[in-house]
């Protein structure tokens, strides 16, 4: 089992960035990163050491979004720029992969509390 903690959430104006963190209780070598608006699906965003140790990005934020780790810390950062009002929602990261898709959700075990993030225009 692992334990994920979330940070660095905040509010922003358009074209601002914000770096999301997630701390791990251990290392974990595939993680996801989700998050889910109000009266949506959670849906996936980024992803790292999926499937061969490629990293994915959801069409909406390729280009924008960067994800990182830190191994020696069992941390893992979502770098998010030019942010836009639909990146509005709460983030969370996710370990435990089973599988599957990287986009679906199911194929995580493990998640943390979730970090918000508002864009404003």
């Known amino acids: 089992q692992v334990q994920l903690v979330e940070s660095g959430g905040g509010s922003v104006q358009a074209g601002g960035s914000l770096r999301l963190s997630c701390a791990a209780s251990?290392?974990?070598?595939?993680i996801g990163w989700f998050r889910q608006a109000p009266g949506k699906e959670r849906e996936g965003v980024a992803a790292i050491n999926i499937g061969g140790g490629s990293t994915y990005y959801a069409d909406s934020v390729k280009g924008r979004f960067t994800f990182s780790r830190d191994d020696a810390k069992n941390a893992v950062y979502l770098n998010m720029n030019s942010l836009k009002p639909e990146d509005t929602a709460v983030y969370y990261c996710a370990a435990g992969y089973t599988g599957g898709s990287w986009r679906d959700r199911i194929n995580f075990k493990y998640w943390g509390q979730g970090t918000q993030v508002t864009v404003s225009s």
């Open positions: 251990r290392y974990t070598y595939s």
